[in-house]
């Protein structure tokens, strides 16, 4: 290159620099939108992993309850009943774990066949009842005929009321035997954080799956809802049978807080004493206090909130 043609290509970058320094300047955010994104990640993935830490205790005491199921030939029934997106099924993924597959199952049952539809609504349920030193998870149980199926139409009023008035009967023949154990455990779920789910469930692929006709109604009818977990505890909470209410806004805590329970309802040998086994009162609630409570809303709003 000439001394001619060098002293133009300086020019013209000297006039180049001089554009590039009257120009506003324009801050680089990327970087720091990325850096707070990839923190947020970072502290979510080190809280999720704290919580399955915290997990882990109880979840090894449960294989002992089972190991004492077994041993003894007892018999473990856990409901997991209440709201859609409450978080029944990831608390019984939680508890089922580390567990040995061959001493519990998860029972989920789907719409009734016709023949079923003309036996005893309980039939169907107590054909999947535990074998001695098993445990039975039932993922929505019996009591669909006192919530969903009265609210949306999917039975009678007489078979509900024949149902409400008759269960905790049988109920008391289930553990008559003095080898069975029967846990009623109603997951309770806010208006607002139940919607929040929804709307997951909608936008995520993963979880698509999840949301149902029922679900899709159940905003619109959670008062219908609400006045039928009221007549559930006035009717069916007993001391023989009675109910605990998980409050599940919280996922992890009422996760923690329900095994926290089940392993302080039956007495088994080599309890780790170290850990604490007496469940978080704000998250567990007795199904007559939970009845206390669902009264004093009613005369303050003059309507069930819960």
């Known amino acids: 290159m000439s001394s001619l043609q060098t002293s133009q290509a300086k020019g013209q970058l000297s006039t180049q620099d001089a554009k590039d320094s ?161 846990l009623k455990l109603y997951f309770s779920v806010s208006k607002e954080e139940q919607a929040r789910r929804f709307e997951r469930r909608k936008n995520d692929p993963l979880r698509h799956w999840k949301l149902s006709e029922v679900d899709l109604q159940a905003q619109d009818l959670w008062d219908e809802f609400t006045e039928k977990k009221y007549r559930l505890l006035q009717k069916t909470h007993t001391p023989d049978s009675p109910w605990y209410i998980i409050r599940s806004d919280n996922k992890h805590l009422a996760r923690l807080n329900t095994m926290r329970l089940i392993l302080s309802k039956m007495p088994y040998r080599g309890r780790r004493r170290s850990l604490n086994f007496t469940p978080d009162p704000e998250i567990i609630i007795a199904g007559d206090k939970e009845l206390q409570l669902m009264k004093a809303q009613f005369r303050k709003h003059g309507r069930f909130v819960s």
């Open 22 to 182: 009257t120009q506003p300047h324009k801050p680089r955010t990327s970087g720091r939108k990325d850096s707070g994104k990839n923190r947020r990640i970072f502290k979510q993935a080190l809280q999720r992993q704290e919580e399955k830490e915290e997990l882990i205790p109880y979840q090894a005491e449960l294989i002992k309850l089972q190991e004492h199921l077994e041993r003894t030939g007892k018999k473990m029934i856990i409901l997991f009943d209440g709201r859609d997106a409450s978080g029944k099924g990831g608390t019984i993924r939680r508890i089922t774990r580390y567990m040995n597959e061959k001493h519990y199952r998860v029972v989920a049952l789907g719409k009734p066949t016709d023949r079923q539809q003309t036996e005893l609504h309980i039939k169907r349920y107590i054909e999947q009842f535990p074998r001695a030193g098993e445990i039975v998870l039932f993922d929505r149980s019996w009591y669909n005929r006192a919530m969903v199926e009265p609210v949306m139409g999917f039975c009678t009023q007489a078979q509900y009321r024949r149902f409400m008035n008759n269960i905790t009967t049988y109920e008391r023949g289930f553990v008559d035997d003095g080898q069975t154990a029967l």
